[in-house]
């Protein structure tokens, strides 16, 4: 392959982002735009949603995302009279802990889109702690453009002026996850608008700050709703404050209880229609059972005595089979090797 190898205007872009496929080409896109950008470079929200083609909701989803993966850590900015002035983006070529480097930010004066921190010394000039020295790494300049770099925004809006928390960070990725989930599982489905996003994401966050969940179990819940539980819980479970009332039983249900239909269609694959895997003893008519699957719809059926088993029997049965099923296929494939090498 033949590369273009060009000496100016362009812009470079990290592998480990480009190559990360759990991150979404629009997140990718706005990570290279805003590193096209002068290092001061000023912006509002509306101006780069409408460049972009996006919704200002869209690009703080994707904004979210980068911080997310630990390619971008956010820092409020303050005016010289204390007020908020926008915010500072710091962004890195190597996925960072976010987390811990915007918590240090405590305590830092930000003016004007830049940290008031000497940049040939870990300390900032108006804070007494040290900071470590691969926090700031040095400015980006016009030859190089793989440092990291700030970027000043300003908020266009007043009610979204405070500080995001770190549970109210997690729980904006886990309710545009579900957002997303719900996206692929229902054709027709409108996401919320973003006044209902907002409610959607405290109701989350008082999930995780109040209740104990964790973004993870959180997240794996909704995996398993769309994926492996049917359609009962993708319908009702569709905001965040559902997704908070019902996680006890969804955690219960998904942890504990397995549908039977999984265990037929695993049995129906591994051991076919008509042939004998287990056998138990009928205390009523004192004989062995000899237990196979047979028909349409994957039913237990009595081998010697040529007729279905009664349904609240089988239904026992397959929760002995369910709970003994590797022994029980272990012993299917020996016998079925002897057998087949006699």
Request: contains cysteine; proline residues 4%.
């Amino acid at each position: 392959m033949a590369k273009s190898n060009p000496d100016d205007n362009y812009t470079k872009m990290p592998n480990d982002l480009l190559n990360n496929a759990a991150i979404s080409d629009g997140a990718k896109v706005f990570w290279v735009y805003l590193e096209s950008k002068p290092d001061t470079w000023s912006f509002h929200d509306s101006a780069i949603a409408k460049e972009l083609k996006v919704s200002k909701e869209t690009l703080r989803r994707r904004r979210n995302e980068l911080r997310k993966f630990g390619f971008i850590a956010v820092k409020e900015v303050l005016s010289e009279n204390g007020a908020k002035n926008g915010w500072d983006y710091i962004m890195y070529n190597k996925p960072r802990d976010v987390a811990t480097i915007e918590a240090s930010f405590k305590g830092i004066e930000f003016k004007g889109g830049v940290p008031h921190i000497n940049m040939d010394t870990p300390y900032p000039q108006k804070c007494g702690e040290r900071i470590p020295t691969d926090l700031w790494g040095h400015r980006k300049t016009n030859t190089n453009k793989t440092n990291n770099i700030v970027a000043t925004e300003v908020d266009d809006e007043a009610s979204d002026e405070k500080e995001i928390s770190e549970t109210m960070t997690m729980a904006i990725a886990v309710g545009d996850h579900l957002v997303q989930k719900l996206s692929e599982s229902i054709e027709t489905y409108k996401p919320p608008t973003p006044a209902k996003m907002k409610g959607w994401y405290r109701d989350i966050e008082r999930a995780i700050r109040l209740d104990g969940r964790t973004q993870e179990q959180l997240i794996s819940v909704i995996d398993w709703i769309h994926d492996g539980s049917g359609t009962f819980w993708i319908v009702n479970i569709k905001s965040g404050k559902k997704l908070r009332e019902q996680f006890d039983t969804l955690w219960f249900q998904m942890n504990e209880s397995t549908p039977k239909v999984n265990v037929r269609q695993r049995a129906l694959a591994d051991f076919g229609l008509g042939k004998v895997f287990y056998k138990y003893k009928d205390v009523a008519s004192n004989r062995v059972v000899s237990v196979c699957i047979y028909g349409d719809y994957g039913s237990l059926y009595d081998y010697n005595g040529n007729k279905y088993i009664a349904k609240e029997v089988a239904d026992k049965l397959w929760k002995h089979i369910e709970k003994d099923y590797d022994q029980i296929l272990a012993a299917f494939q020996k016998d079925h090797s002897e057998k087949l090498s006699a």
